[in-house]
């Protein structure tokens, strides 16, 4: 079973080796829409029976796609656009088919993931890929509030529809955050929008409409320069304030927009051992 990355945008992404294994290898390809995979096929003029595969009938497709495996004969499992699985159908099959011993095989290509965090010119040592945030307000609220002490650099998708509203939480809740909006990855209105979330916002703000694929990549607060070291502004708040320790991570915590308790985690770490006692937040 092949898992082949297709193009996001640019046909002239997809690489050599998925061309070869869809045209040569494959008996059948399943893919989320038929119609959306068929002009990719034409393009390069390929011909070869098509599957539907999506979350509605991931299950009955399921059994169909192990009895061509179980026959001897080869799959690809395609997406609309990227790398099959990364917030697209297929986990299903995938997990089936190593479990009846049938060889999984990735096609890696192109990926909207790493391709706007590659162009972000945030932090790429570690990352954190979420997919879709949530469509309902208080649950994309909540998840937000759960990445405000991420330390990693964050990468999510957004629908146009809602990029607005998931912008305007993003500014209330991260601040001054470096954040990097990316639309139309690798077609003709590629844009990069960087930035905080509220700058952002605001000239989106000033356009009539927001069309297009959207990922988001959002950084840790101490990649921007002007957000100061948390343990560095704790010192200096207990030298030339006068804060005493709990005060001092409370002060940062709130500043940087960051759970005290996340805070006073990085203080310990870096050598702090006082306990925090019976301090009340």
Not at 9 to 33: H, P
Not at 47 to 62: D, F, G, I, M, V
Not at 136 to 151: D, F, P
Not at 252 to 275: M, T
Request: hydrophobic share 40%; proline share 6%; aromatic share 6%.
């Amino acid at each position: 079973m092949y898992l082949i990355a297709t193009p996001i945008g640019n046909l002239e992404d997809i690489t050599l080796r998925a061309l070869r294994v869809l045209r040569d290898e494959a008996a059948v390809i399943a893919c989320e829409d038929t119609r959306q995979t068929q002009k990719l096929l034409e393009h390069f003029q390929i011909r070869k029976p098509l599957l539907s595969y999506h979350e509605h009938n991931e299950a009955s497709r399921t059994e169909h796609i192990l009895a061509v495996l179980e026959h001897g004969e080869s799959v690809a499992l395609v997406s609309d656009a990227g790398t099959p699985l990364i917030s697209d159908p297929g986990y299903r099959v995938v997990h089936q088919a190593i479990a009846k011993s049938y060889p999984v095989v990735p096609v890696p290509g192109a990926s909207a993931v790493l391709a706007a965090l590659a162009a972000s010119g945030l932090p790429t040592d570690q990352f954190r890929f979420i997919g879709f945030l949530p469509p309902k307000g208080g649950a994309r609220r909540k998840v937000l509030q759960l990445l405000a002490a991420e330390t990693a650099t964050v990468i999510a998708y957004e629908s146009p529809h809602r990029i607005l509203e998931s912008l305007s939480d993003m500014a209330e809740l991260f601040g001054e955050r470096p954040l990097v909006l990316a639309r139309e990855l690798t077609k003709l209105h590629e844009e990069f929008l960087r930035g905080s979330a509220r700058t952002v916002l605001e000239e989106l703000q000033r356009r009539d409409s927001v069309k297009g694929e959207i990922t988001l990549v959002i950084g840790w607060a101490e990649a921007q320069s002007d957000i100061p070291d948390p343990l560095a502004e704790i010192e200096r708040l207990q030298k030339e304030s006068g804060f005493d320790r709990m005060e001092a991570i409370k002060s940062v915590a709130k500043r940087l927009g960051l759970p005290k308790r996340e805070v006073y985690r990085l203080f310990s770490e870096a050598g702090g051992n006082s306990s925090p006692g019976k301090h009340r937040s």
